[in-house]
């Protein structure tokens, strides 16, 4: 009898007393990093810790996005690679190392779209589990574990409050606030992928935050994919609201025990009210940041998409903006190549780029997608016009960059220092309210504390500068 045909006991391996590992892999957005610190959090209440890399894990995780449609072919290509390390583990036996299988779970947008064909794709997936049953990682992983084979569950049953998320940063944390998005938008599979819009409440959202100032973080992300049209399902209140709710539930905490700002993530410029910009020029607490997409600079081209506002309207909404918040950051999102877009529209977007000036954006080359409208268009900018035009963009939008960047020189910006940075540890890393990163000499005592920095030089994505004063 070889050791193969042996019982494996504690005894005679010693490695069945480790704790079984995971590794996740995330694919596309903030929502989707956020999704996988939950599964972190669910994993580690299953008593798995985290594995270094795919090959030493019991189990994958593989947290995928649908927006464009490379993002599924990245998909396939991992779990091809994921299937090779299930062979050869199959083959051995097991290891010696690794007392139990390989199993390997499919999570996230594409997850919820496809469902069993990813199965039908690609046997060695043991699960799939859609953006709304997060919180079914444990029974359905019992399910595999028991011999059930392949299990899928896309149920449409929101549970925002899911044991604590497992976050590697200790600065910075993300809070989900809604799920879904009820806009449409002709080119966007997110409805389909997220459902429609379903919010968390007030109460719940406040909780979260003022425990993550208790453990130590400094700032929330409220996240979601239309955080403007954030409403409480308990009491009506709408998103200005919940800013308020929550700048007044900190103002009433020690310093020392608070989140120090709160930013949101995606705002859409038809829900950009009033009321919201009065709320980010009021509250110290609410970062001077937003990130606006506006998608296109061409009035015909918003209309097929759906966007529910003008270029005009845009322009107006940044003024009032600028005039209210001063040091706002501004950030977009832009499709360049969209069905029907002329170089006349692709013009007037390079125009909105430099009129308005982001200090940041991210552009791609529209991707027809399952399930939309746009679908019904041709798609008639060739391939080699889509990536002409976005690496044109690009360039204005460096050059945009570059100048905003040049305009802090000798300014001085309050930082909250959040790691090292990623040239030299002889330097740390942080963010402006505006969301700027700066760079600057100092050690690990300054992670997490806010410090005033004259910025003294400038790089293509960061500020550099020096710590004046003494840190918060
Ligand atoms: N909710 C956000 C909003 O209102 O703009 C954006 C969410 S979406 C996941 C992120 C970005 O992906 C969009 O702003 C858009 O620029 C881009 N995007 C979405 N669908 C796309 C497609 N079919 N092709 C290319 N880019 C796309
Ligand atoms: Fe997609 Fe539009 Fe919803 Fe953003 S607002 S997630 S782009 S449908």
Redesign the pocket.
């Known amino acids: 009898m070889n050791d193969l045909d042996s019982p494996r006991t504690s005894e005679t391996d010693p490695t069945l007393l480790r704790k079984p590992r995971y590794w996740i892999k995330t694919f596309g957005?903030q929502m989707n990093v956020h999704d996988s610190e939950i599964y972190a959090g669910l994993l580690s209440g299953m008593g798995y810790e985290a594995a270094e890399q795919a090959s030493d894990a019991d189990l994958v995780l593989v947290n995928t996005c649908s927006?464009?449609e490379r993002a599924e072919d990245k998909l396939f290509s991992q779990l091809g690679r994921l299937r090779q390390i299930k062979d050869v583990l199959s083959r051995e036996g097991g290891r010696a190392s690794k007392p139990r299988e390989l199993m390997v779970g499919v999570t996230g947008c594409i997850a919820q779209q496809r469902g069993e064909e990813i199965i039908d794709r690609q046997p060695s997936v043991d699960f799939v589990i859609g953006t709304r049953a997060i919180h079914s990682l444990e029974s359905v992983v019992g399910q595999v574990e028991a011999g059930l084979g392949p299990q899928v569950n896309i149920e449409d049953q929101v549970e925002f409050e899911t044991p604590d998320a497992y976050r590697t940063d200790r600065v910075r944390a993300f809070v989900t606030i809604m799920e879904g998005?009820n806009n449409y938008c002709s080119?966007?599979?997110?409805p389909s992928t997220r459902g429609l819009e379903v919010y968390r409440s007030a109460a719940a959202i406040a909780d979260e935050i003022r425990g993550l100032g208790l453990r130590g973080y400094r700032e929330a992300t409220l996240l979601g994919?239309?955080v403007n049209s954030w409403v409480d399902p308990d009491t009506g209140m709408d998103f200005p609201g919940l800013l308020a709710a929550i700048d007044d539930m900190l103002r009433a905490t020690p310093s020392a025990q608070r989140v120090a700002r709160v930013r949101f993530l995606?705002s859409?410029p038809k829900d950009l009210s009033p009321r919201l910009i009065e709320a980010m020029a009021e509250h110290r607490t609410v970062a001077n940041h937003i990130h606006l997409?506006v998608?296109s600079g061409s009035d015909r081209i918003l209309h097929q998409m759906n966007r529910h506002y003008t270029v005009d309207s845009y322009r107006r909404q940044v003024e009032t903006l600028r005039r209210r918040v001063p040091e706002v950051g501004l950030s977009t999102?832009?499709?360049v190549g969209f069905p029907g877009e002329t170089e006349t529209d692709f013009e007037c977007t390079l125009g909105l780029v430099r009129d308005v000036g982001y200090d940041a954006f991210y552009s791609?080359?529209?991707?027809p997608?399952p399930d939309t409208t746009a679908l019904k268009y041709e798609d008639d900018v060739s391939p080699e016009v889509k990536r002409a035009r976005l690496l044109e963009l690009q360039g204005v939008g460096r050059e945009v960059q570059q100048q905003h960047n040049a305009s802090w020189l000798g300014r001085r910006a309050e930082v909250l220092v959040d790691s090292f940075s990623k040239r030299t540890v002889d330097d740390v890393s942080g963010r402006t309210s505006s969301n700027h990163i700066v760079n600057m000499p100092g050690g690990q005592s300054l992670i997490g504390r806010l410090v005033d920095v004259d910025i003294t030089s400038y790089a293509a994505h960061s500020l550099y500068g020096r710590i004046v004063g003494d840190p918060r």
């Open positions: 957005c927006v464009r998005c080119f966007c599979i997110v994919q239309n995606t859409h997409p998608q999102d832009i499709i791609f080359e529209y991707s997608r």
